[in-house]
């Protein structure tokens, strides 16, 4: 899920409305948040809805929530994306790459799915920003509404 936005590559869901998808993404990033384990704050956000590659946007669509952490010292990055990997596939995540990416700060990047949840996320520690972050996109697999209903855009 994390790796593509080809309608080919984009696991199904089942069906929902684009509000309770995204109170279920909401749920998810609530744990991930739970997993992170250190004191700070995360920023407001409120999760959106995205297309579905190919396929038609007024039926099919995937839930998407952009959010950043901000731990009470920037020594905590560290501990907090320690507790990420380690938690996470005790959660049903399996993490498909961790390690530094390839900007020129080398920020060190978890990426994970969770087929059971039918969800990634991609996960980036960025210390010498300012404030020290972590960046979290969570994505959905690809939800079709109930019959007689169009996805509602936000």
Same mark, same amino acid.
């Given at each position: 899920?994390?790796? *593509?936005?080809?309608? &080919?590559?984009?696991?199904?869901?089942?069906? +929902?409305?684009?509000?309770? !998808? #995204?109170?279920?993404?909401?749920? %998810? +990033?609530?744990?991930? @948040?739970?997993?992170?384990?250190?004191? &700070?704050?995360?920023?407001? &956000?409120?999760?959106?809805?995205?297309?579905?590659?190919?396929?038609?946007?007024?039926?099919?669509?995937?839930?998407?929530? /952009?959010?950043?952490?901000?731990?009470? *010292?920037?020594?905590?990055?560290?501990? !907090?994306?320690?507790?990420?990997?380690?938690?996470?596939?005790?959660?049903?995540?399996?993490?498909?790459?961790?390690?530094?990416?390839? +900007? #020129?700060?080398?920020?060190?990047?978890?990426?994970?799915?969770?087929?059971?949840? /039918?969800?990634?996320?991609?996960?980036?520690?960025?210390? /010498?920003?300012?404030?020290?972050?972590?960046?979290?996109?969570?994505?959905?697999?690809? @939800?079709?509404?109930?019959? &007689?209903? /169009? %996805?509602?855009?936000?």
């Amino acid at each position: 899920m994390t790796s *593509s936005t080809d309608s &080919g590559d984009v696991s199904s869901v089942g069906t +929902s409305t684009s509000r309770d !998808a #995204a109170a279920e993404v909401q749920k %998810v +990033s609530s744990r991930l @948040y739970d997993l992170i384990g250190v004191k &700070g704050r995360a920023s407001e &956000g409120s999760p959106g809805v995205q297309d579905c590659g190919d396929k038609d946007r007024e039926t099919y669509f995937r839930i998407f929530h /952009k959010w950043s952490f901000y731990p009470a *010292s920037a020594d905590d990055l560290d501990v !907090a994306m320690r507790n990420l990997k380690e938690g996470l596939p005790k959660q049903g995540w399996k993490i498909v790459e961790y390690g530094p990416d390839s +900007s #020129a700060n080398k920020n060190l990047t978890l990426i994970a799915d969770n087929d059971g949840q /039918k969800a990634g996320v991609h996960i980036t520690q960025m210390k /010498k920003r300012n404030p020290p972050k972590l960046s979290l996109m969570l994505v959905s697999g690809c @939800y079709e509404v109930p019959d &007689g209903q /169009k %996805v509602e855009h936000f």
